[in-house]
């Protein structure tokens, strides 16, 4: 299974940074799609790059990264696979929610058939959502969730801002059998790693 991220202009520097991260952890290699045909809509440029990587990778697994995604030890992307290998599912998201603003992250694994089941331009009753919350309306039977991928945005006000996680300040949250963490805006388990 590929790890993949795409690259958007604006987040070269970040996409590197983790690129050099798992390479440096364990050698894993991933695989940088460059960004094209960009818009600068949110969530429409989000949901255009996930197609980019869904078309390349047609008839494969691959694991989606993000900028703000971490893989935490050696052996990461083994363990995702191993787990992905038995769960008889098309996707394996993480079994996060913190309800009510953040339901669903989008790293994760994406089935062979990824780029066929998930829709180029989301419409309807979700336009302006990102293909992760059309995932959980329309193919939630095809997604195996796991705690091998923790996801939280940050801590959350009544409004519903979150204000992003700083790490080490906050490393008591992420999990133990946890192998990546989703989100760190800041890269800092990257940055303050010793």
Request: hydrophobic share 35%.
């Given at each position: 299974m590929k790890a993949v991220i795409v690259a958007a202009e604006r987040q070269h520097k970040e996409v590197y940074n983790i690129v050099n991260?798992?390479?440096?952890?364990?050698?894993?290699?991933?695989?940088?799609?460059?960004?094209?045909?960009?818009?600068?809509?949110?969530p429409a440029r989000n949901n255009y790059a996930f197609y980019q990587a869904g078309q390349i990778m047609k008839g494969e697994a691959f694991f989606w990264l993000e900028?703000?995604?971490?893989?935490?030890?050696?052996?990461?992307?083994?363990?995702?696979?191993?787990?992905?290998?038995?769960?008889?599912?098309?996707?394996m998201l993480s079994s996060d929610r913190n309800p009510p603003f953040d339901i669903v992250g989008g790293i994760g694994v994406?089935?062979?058939?990824?780029?066929?089941?998930?829709?180029?331009?989301?419409?309807?009753?979700?336009?302006?959502?990102?293909?992760?919350?059309?995932?959980?309306?329309?193919?939630?039977?095809?997604?195996?969730?796991?705690?091998?991928?923790?996801?939280?945005?940050g801590k959350y006000d009544s409004s519903g801002n979150a204000a992003p996680h700083r790490f080490p300040?906050?490393?008591g949250m992420i999990r133990k059998d946890a192998v990546i963490f989703h989100r760190d805006k800041y890269q800092d388990l990257i940055n303050n790693k010793s």
């Open positions: 991260h798992i390479k440096r952890l364990d050698g894993t290699e991933v695989l940088v799609i460059p960004a094209i045909d960009e818009t600068e809509e949110y900028p703000d995604s971490t893989p935490l030890c050696a052996g990461w992307l083994d363990r995702i696979e191993a787990e992905y290998a038995v769960c008889c599912k098309q996707f994406y089935g062979p058939r990824t780029f066929e089941i998930i829709p180029k331009d989301i419409d309807g009753d979700l336009r302006g959502q990102g293909w992760d919350m059309w995932m959980l309306r329309n193919a939630f039977n095809l997604i195996h969730k796991s705690p091998l991928i923790q996801h939280s945005y300040q906050e490393s």
